[in-house]
């Protein structure tokens, strides 16, 4: 419904005629000059339509009805009658409008009065003629037929969620509620005509659904290289082996890092270990670091890698190892901006979630590969029994890189290589390298984890171990620090007490004390805990680590499950860091006994 104020010049339709109001004679009348130019005076009951152009043309363009239901014909048809109506509404007639309509049209009179109507109420669709019949999407069944179906399919959610499955549910309530059935087609139906998203989530969730109908728009566009990294760990579809018996001990997990600009692979980290800040803390030192060292230690002095460098900005999903304190304060100490995209939106983090599957379809045709599910396997009858050890798959996963690298990318126009290149050139060609830290070992040891502390008079005590380095010497006792520490390695922490802008190592007070995880320290107490309720000695920790791994030694050859620990031991951190970062400083070597001395 629209207001309208009738005052001088307005259009209006009287005895089927247009006419324009002159002036107020009353409250309740009104001058008017008809298409004769005849002036009257009406009452305002004998206006039949108030006419206004304005509103006319804004309800047309904003019809509420969608036009595109109609045919071509029928389209057609209300065309005709719309420029007729107007044409005669518009230009001065020497006949009323309703009977010139009526002509053009080839209609009645009544007919003629009824369109003009729909016309100045400002709705074109109101002009198309329907078809006769019913109309499509008429429901017959009853109401409450209708809603036994409705929430029988609503109910119905998984792959068993069949129209057979539904339709005999169905049947089984109508029956049970003294209505007649409806036929199998008639609910195939009525699955049908919901919509595509709320049938995928009903059959495959609402991750899926999502994955398939959401639409998806912005895209967050850089100017330059390094500006946007994104983060995500992975379990890679190939099974390895240990590299003694050369008999499988499972699928390794592989933490990535990939430069949005460039699409360029600047880093990753392949471990046996589980996601942790350890994996963040190697994955962002193979990223900053330049790789050329780290590919001669390997012997693949082939492989063009020149991606390095500190990125601006980190996007990562919601995983407990990015939500850890160790990282969030490792990127603070960098000025490194840290965004977690939301929850359940792996499509935020596109461009690595893309290249992920994308190396995973690759390592189909690797000794190992398990497929991307059962099904899959089931096709096959000539897959490869795993043969690769976790060094083999490292450098195959290089030389991958290598190739991805050089290979023409479809949104870039260009291969990654080329684009890491020209990103790091300026208008004369003069080269401007990426930004770099000083000191590749303090990042490294920057995101570790940590624990907050004090110096005390032997030394520094985490986990129930006793550390001590010279250097504590020249602090206070009770002395606030923080202790960063490896969690693959205790051996050694790196301590940095208040004030101060660089970590000491320390190692172990007693130097008898054999390496080990943090993992396997707490297993051992927990073990001797139970056995004695009163306080363990360190020395009987580590002597029940010794014993473990002994076990685990000895069963070597009995499960996958102790040639996985035993081949975690030969590929931590520690050794890797060593590879990218050479140690400065000499170090413990704790698989040798110490020399013993006599003292008096």
Not at 227 to 235: F, G, N, S, W, Y
Not at 344 to 368: A, D, F, N, W
Request: aromatic content about 6%.
């Amino acid at each position: 419904m629209h207001r309208h104020i009738l005052t001088e010049g307005t259009k209006i339709i009287h005895n089927g005629a247009l006419a324009e109001v002159v002036a107020w004679v009353e409250a309740d009348k009104l001058q008017i000059i008809d298409s004769y130019h005849k002036i009257k005076i009406i009452n305002i009951c004998e206006i039949q339509c108030v006419i206004d152009h304005a509103t006319l043309q804004t309800s047309l363009k904003n019809d509420s009805l969608d036009i595109s239901a109609f045919d071509a014909e029928q389209l057609s048809d209300a065309q005709r009658k719309y420029d007729v109506i107007t044409k005669h509404l518009e230009e001065p007639a020497s006949r009323p409008v309703a009977e010139a309509v009526a002509q053009d049209l080839a209609c009645s009179s009544s007919y003629a009065y009824t369109l003009i109507r729909r016309y100045v109420r400002g709705s074109f669709s109101s002009l198309i003629k329907e078809k006769r019949g019913r109309k499509v999407g008429t429901r017959r069944l009853a109401s409450e037929v209708e809603n036994i179906i409705d929430s029988t399919i609503t109910a119905s959610k998984g792959p068993g969620s069949s129209i057979n499955a539904i339709s005999e549910a169905v049947k089984t309530m109508c029956e049970n509620a003294g209505y007649p059935a409806p036929s199998t087609k008639t609910i195939a139906l009525r699955v049908r005509q919901r919509s595509p998203s709320d049938n995928t989530k009903r059959l495959h969730g609402g991750k899926k659904s999502r994955q398939d109908h959401l639409v998806r728009g912005g895209k967050h566009l850089t100017k330059r290289a390094l500006e946007l990294v994104q983060i995500d760990h992975c379990i890679i579809d190939v099974i390895v082996v240990d590299s003694t018996s050369r008999k499988p001990i499972g699928r390794p997990w592989l933490t990535i890092a990939i430069d949005v600009h460039t699409r360029s692979v600047i880093g990753f980290y392949l471990s046996l270990h589980h996601p942790s800040a350890v994996s963040n803390a190697a994955c962002l030192v193979h990223s900053v670091t330049p790789k050329h060292g780290w590919l001669s230690e390997l012997n693949l002095h082939e492989i063009q890698y020149p991606m390095y460098g500190l990125p601006q900005h980190i996007y990562v999903d919601n995983g407990k190892d990015f939500r850890s304190a160790a990282f969030i304060s490792g990127c603070k100490e960098y000025d490194i901006k840290l965004t977690w995209r939301p929850p359940g939106s792996p499509h935020y983090g596109g461009h690595i979630e893309r290249y992920i599957g994308t190396l995973m379809k690759s390592m189909r045709g690797l000794p190992g590969a398990i497929l991307a599910s059962v099904a899959d396997k089931a096709r096959y009858s000539n897959l490869k029994a795993p043969g690769m050890t976790l060094s083999e798959v490292r450098d195959w996963i290089i030389e991958q890189v290598g190739i991805y690298h050089m290979k023409e990318h479809s949104e870039l126009g260009c291969s990654p290589l080329l684009k890491w290149e020209s990103a790091h050139k300026n208008k004369d060609g003069k080269i401007i390298p990426p930004a770099i830290v000083g000191d590749f070992r303090k990042l490294a040891i920057d995101f570790l984890p940590f624990k907050r502390g004090s110096i005390q008079r032997s030394g520094v005590t985490i986990h129930g171990v006793q550390y001590y380095a010279p250097a504590l010497k020249r602090f206070s006792i009770k002395t606030p620090c923080i202790i960063k520490f490896n969690p693959q390695s205790i051996c050694k922490i790196w301590v940095k007490p208040n004030g101060e802008g660089s970590y000491i190592q320390c190692d172990y007070s007693d130097i008898r004390l054999p390496d080990c995880s943090l993992a396997e320290l707490k297993a051992a107490r927990k073990e001797l805990s139970a056995e004695n309720k009163s306080r363990v000695p360190v020395s009987m920790i580590f002597a029940a680590v010794e014993r473990n791994r002994e076990r685990v030694a000895a069963a070597t050859q009995k499960t996958a499950k102790m040639r996985r620990e035993q081949e975690k031991q030969k590929n931590l951190f520690t050794a890797d860091l060593r590879r990218i970062v050479p140690e400065l400083s000499p170090r413990l070597d704790y698989s040798r006994q110490p020399k013993t001395y006599d003292v008096e």
